[in-house]
Nanobody, 125 residues
């Protein structure tokens, strides 16, 4: 069992930056590929970024590519999402998710093993 707790959300002006953190409890964090999803008001949850359990590969949605960076620190059991050049359309609840021993490049919602409860991000114009 893995528990995920997100933090770092908040209110920021357009063009600003935030860094989200996701702390994982439980064993074998290094064997989980980790991802960030987001859900804007009135919209479906969507994939934002992911990092493989080997930390060798990262993946991004086109909407965040070049602005967001995902990273992980296995010693701290934590995954991060650095978000730069934020736009009002980035406003959403951001969720951390984990999938064990996954090598693929696609991260469908239904394929994740564990989810956090989310942290809200609001970008004002």
């Amino acid at each position: 069992q893995v528990q995920l707790v997100e933090s770092g959300g908040g209110l920021v002006q357009a063009g600003g930056s935030l860094r989200l953190s996701c702390a994982a409890s439980g064993r074998s964090f290094s064997t989980y590929s980790m991802a960030w999803f987001r859900q804007a008001p009135g919209k479906e949850r969507e994939f934002a970024a992911a990092i493989s359990w080997t930390a060798g590969n990262t993946y991004y949605a086109d909407s965040v590519k070049g602005r967001f960076t995902i990273s992980r620190d296995n010693a701290l059991n934590t995954v991060y999402l650095q978000m730069n050049s934020l736009k009002p359309e980035d406003t959403a609840v951001y969720y951390c998710a984990a999938r064990r021993l996954y090598w693929g490049s696609d991260y469908p919602l239904g394929g994740m093993d564990y989810w956090g409860k989310g942290t809200p991000v609001t970008v004002s114009s």
